[in-house]
């Protein structure tokens, strides 16, 4: 009994004595990653595509500044973005075989150029490859009547739509 006694009081000592070191976590990355999916409801499993991105948030900033027209953005923030074809699936019009891809875009006024780029694990578009493009195909710009304050990415059943600030852009779809 005294020999437990011992052991307990050399495990409290222990515990309140030992300077434990408990593991540091950041704090909310300022551009929270996010996955959209198509179908876009939870209670389907199975989908047909998916998309990881990074949601940038204006903040009173503008998206020409953040996503200049005419140059090569990552199509959100951090990483580039990656989208996953889970069937050969007609995008934009073009065939693209199942996989991942890089998602990439080339924002423009009244058209942005939606890029799917075979180079994955990619920061940003610094190390971004055309040679390694996979299709690019033309996305549709039209105006939102709402600011959209963090970009957003969404399907509808035959589109995939981005949106910030008051831009949309939508990639028509089929599987």
């Known amino acids: 009994m005294k020999r437990l006694i011992a052991l307990s009081a050399?495990?409290?000592t222990m515990v309140f004595t030992t300077n434990a070191t408990a593991q540091k976590f950041p704090g909310l990355d300022?551009?929270?990653a996010d996955i959209a999916s198509q179908p876009s409801s939870y209670k389907i499993s199975k989908k047909n595509i998916r998309v990881v991105y990074s949601r940038p948030q204006l903040k009173g900033r503008l998206v020409k500044d953040?996503?200049?027209a005419g140059k090569v953005w990552r199509t959100g923030a951090n990483e580039a973005a990656e989208v996953t074809f889970y069937a050969d699936t007609k995008f934009g019009g073009k065939t693209v075989k199942a996989g991942t891809y890089s998602l990439f875009s080339v924002p423009g006024?009244?058209?942005w150029t939606v890029i799917l780029n075979k180079n994955l694990n990619q920061?940003?578009?610094y190390s971004y490859e055309k040679d390694a493009d996979v299709i690019r195909v033309t996305g549709n710009v039209s105006k939102s009547k709402d600011t959209i304050e963090a970009f957003s990415i969404t399907f509808?059943?035959?589109d995939m739509v981005?949106?910030?600030g008051t831009t949309i852009v939508s990639v028509p779809f089929s599987i």
Request: hydrophobic content about 45%; proline content about 10%; glycine content about 10%.
């Open 30 to 32: 300022k551009s929270p």
């Open 10 to 12: 050399l495990v409290l």
């Open 109 to 111: 006024e009244k058209e």
């Open 66 to 68: 953040l996503a200049p």
């Open 123 to 125: 920061w940003g578009a």
């Open 156 to 158: 509808t059943d035959t």
């Open 162 to 164: 981005m949106g910030w």
